[in-house]
Structures are given as C-alpha cells and as structure tokens.
C-alpha cells in the first residue's frame, strides 16, 4: 500500500520572528512543485500567527510543539487546542522526548493531550521512543509497546486515522547519531503490527509511521526506501531552507 509520505520540521526553541518569516517565504516558494507528499512545519508559539500568513496560499501544512489538554483556565505559561486552532494550526506534535525526559510528561498526560487534541479539531503528531540504556538492554520494543498502548488509549478509528506516529529514537536526537534504515524499519514495523493487535490490519497499513532522529539530506533517501518509513519529522535540519528542502524532496 502507498501511504502518502509526510515531512514535518520542528523548530524546537530556535528562530525569532524575522528569521522565521524568512524561513518560511522560502520554503513557500521551494515547495510550489511538491504535490505529492504532505509537509508541516512547526514553529515557536510566538510565531505561529506570522507564519500562518506566509502559508495562505500554500499547501505546507501548520503546527504547534504541544499543547495542554483543558480547553482554557488558570495553566500559566500553556497553549490550548483553541488558541492553536484560532492561530491556523492543523497539527500538534505530542509526546516529543523533550517534552517526556526535560519536563517528566507521563504516558498518562500524553495520551490525555491526544485525546483533547483529537476532539478539538487537531491532528496529533504522537512521539514514540526509547532512552539508549533501555536500547543497550533489549527494551526497545517493551517501551515503544507501552507508549503507544498508552498514547492511544481511547482513540477510536476514526480518530486513529488522524494520527501520524513518529518514532524518535531519544539516544538520536541532536547527537548526529542516526538509526540505520534497517534497525529503524524494524520498529517501525513492530509499530504497525502492535497497531495491527490494537485496532485492524488495515488501518495498520493506512497509518503514517514517520522517522525522527538526527535526520539529515544525506541520510533521507536510505531512511524513505524503507517500506516502513512513511516519512520524517526533522530538527535541526529543519531551520535552514536548503537542507529540508532536500529532505522534503527526498527520492525513494
């Protein structure tokens, strides 16, 4: 089955507004020939406004680095499902391991912020993976297993198709260490069967199950001739035009 590939970029804590525009208007004009292949980008709360401007008349997609999963209230210094809405947001990456290992996030709030997202309107970008102590011991599988069992629980399958997986292996993240394609489509394909087991068979084969780690334009092709690898959700390469172009325009 061909699942239409996506290619997120996550700003992370990097561009002010200029730069952002900047980055943005670039890509806007690099990406006018790209029809078949989904791409979000997601940049700081402060921006998103800016950068939805830029995007009107594009077909890059927009999304926020998280959220909180109560509609509003006394949450200093938290973003509702609304205000990403009101902002031009479609996506929302949840469970990034920055915000799991930086900030402690359970499964448990995790999965809570899936479900609020889901319900507001929101696509969730749900982030999956392992420390490298639990990888060095065998754990890969027993972890992923139990953020996705947890991550999804009450998500139906409607909702479902709504999700994009993105497996981020935390030991390849901002290291320069990258899984291999293979060791990476092995998760990957443990993802979809473990969807297999939660949900069918074919909604295993519809969802988009998306690469996070270190990935660079010299490494996309290998990781997208994956049969497993539906795409990439991308850092540090993601801040300067030339290379997440070239990741955007990958060849497969």
């Given at each position: 089955m061909m699942r239409r590939p996506f290619i997120g970029g996550n700003w992370k804590m990097y561009l002010d507004?200029?730069?952002?525009?900047?980055?943005?208007?670039?890509?806007?004009?690099?990406?006018?020939?790209?029809?078949?292949?989904?791409?979000?980008?997601?940049p700081g709360f402060p921006l998103l406004s800016d950068v939805a401007e830029e995007l009107k008349e594009s077909?890059?997609?927009?999304?926020?680095?998280?959220?909180?999963?109560?509609?509003?209230?006394?949450?200093?210094?938290?973003?509702?499902?609304?205000?990403?809405?009101?902002?031009?947001?479609?996506?929302?990456?949840?469970?990034?391991?920055?915000?799991?290992?930086?900030?402690?996030?359970?499964?448990?709030?995790?999965?809570?912020?899936?479900?609020?997202?889901?319900?507001?309107?929101?696509?969730?970008?749900?982030?999956?993976?392992?420390?490298?102590?639990?990888?060095?011991?065998?754990?890969?599988?027993?972890?992923?297993?139990?953020?996705?069992?947890?991550?999804?629980?009450?998500?139906?399958?409607?909702?479902?198709?709504?999700?994009?997986?993105?497996?981020?292996?935390?030991?390849?993240?901002?290291?320069?260490?990258?899984?291999?394609?293979?060791?990476?489509?092995?998760?990957?394909?443990?993802?979809?069967?473990?969807?297999?087991?939660?949900?069918?068979?074919?909604?295993?084969?519809?969802?988009?199950?998306?690469?996070?780690?270190?990935?660079?334009?010299?490494n996309i092709d290998g990781l997208m001739a994956k049969q497993n690898i539906d795409g990439a959700l991308v850092?540090?390469?993601?801040?300067?035009?030339?290379?997440?172009?070239?990741?955007?325009?990958?060849?497969?």
């Open positions: 507004r200029s730069r952002g525009v900047e980055l943005t208007r670039s890509l806007v004009k690099g990406t006018e020939d790209v029809l078949d292949r989904d791409i979000l980008i997601c077909r890059i997609k927009l999304g926020a680095q998280n959220m909180y999963c109560e509609k509003e209230g006394a949450f200093t210094g938290e973003v509702s499902a609304d205000m990403l809405l009101s902002c031009g947001c479609t996506h929302v990456i949840i469970g990034h391991s920055e915000r799991r290992h930086v900030f402690n996030e359970s499964n448990g709030l995790i999965n809570r912020k899936v479900l609020f997202a889901l319900r507001a309107g929101l696509s969730p970008v749900l982030c999956v993976g392992e420390l490298l102590e639990e990888r060095e011991v065998g754990r890969t599988e027993v972890v992923v297993d139990e953020q996705i069992t947890k991550g999804l629980s009450g998500v139906n399958t409607d909702e479902l198709e709504r999700i994009v997986v993105a497996y981020e292996p935390v030991w390849a993240i901002g290291t320069g260490k990258t899984a291999t394609p293979d060791d990476a489509d092995s998760v990957h394909a443990y993802i979809r069967k473990k969807i297999s087991g939660l949900y069918n068979d074919a909604l295993a084969e519809r969802l988009r199950i998306i690469y996070g780690g270190s990935v660079k334009p010299d850092g540090g390469a993601s801040l300067k035009v030339d290379s997440f172009l070239r990741i955007v325009k990958f060849q497969g």
